[in-house]
C-alpha cells in the first residue's frame, strides 16, 4: 500500500495554470502506475491522465489533451500535473491514484487503481 497525499490546488481564472503535485510514501514509486482522476459537483469521477512507472508513456482524456501535462520524479517519489488553458468546465476535485498492474478494467478506469489520495480542489471562473 501506498499513502498518496495531493497539493496545488486553488482558484484560477480561465486561460491560467495550475501544477499538481502527489507525494508518495513507501519505497517502491517507481514500480506503479500512476493516474490523474477529477470529479466535478453532480458527476462521476472521471480519467484524466496517467503515466507508466518509468515516465516513458502517457495517456490523456481527449477533454485535457494538449492542455495538461502528466509526469513522475522517481527520486523525488513525486507525480505532478501540469494544467495550462484552465476553463471553468475543469473545476473538480483531482485525486491522484496509484495502481499495482494492469488489471481488466485498464489504466483509464478508476476500478484498476488500488490507492487513492485524499483530492485537491481545483477551481476555475470565467
Known amino acids: 500500500q501506498v499513502q498518496l497525499v495531493e497539493s496545488g490546488g486553488g482558484s484560477v481564472q480561465a486561460g491560467g495554470s495550475l501544477r499538481l503535485s502527489c507525494a508518495a510514501s513507501g519505497r517502491t514509486f517507481s514500480s506503479y502506475f500512476m493516474g490523474w482522476f477529477r470529479q466535478a459537483p453532480g458527476k462521476e469521477r472521471e480519467f484524466v491522465a496517467n503515466?507508466?512507472?518509468?515516465?516513458?508513456?502517457?495517456y490523456y482524456a481527449d477533454s485535457v489533451k494538449g492542455r495538461f501535462t502528466i509526469s513522475r520524479d522517481n527520486a523525488k517519489n513525486t507525480e505532478y500535473l501540469q494544467m495550462n488553458s484552465l476553463k471553468p468546465e475543469d473545476t473538480a476535485v483531482y485525486y491522484c491514484a496509484a495502481a499495482y498492474r494492469v488489471g481488466v478494467y485498464g489504466l483509464r478506469n478508476e476500478r484498476n487503481y488500488d490507492d487513492w489520495g485524499q483530492g485537491t480542489q481545483v477551481i476555475v471562473s470565467s
Open positions: 503515466i507508466s512507472p518509468s515516465g516513458g508513456t502517457t
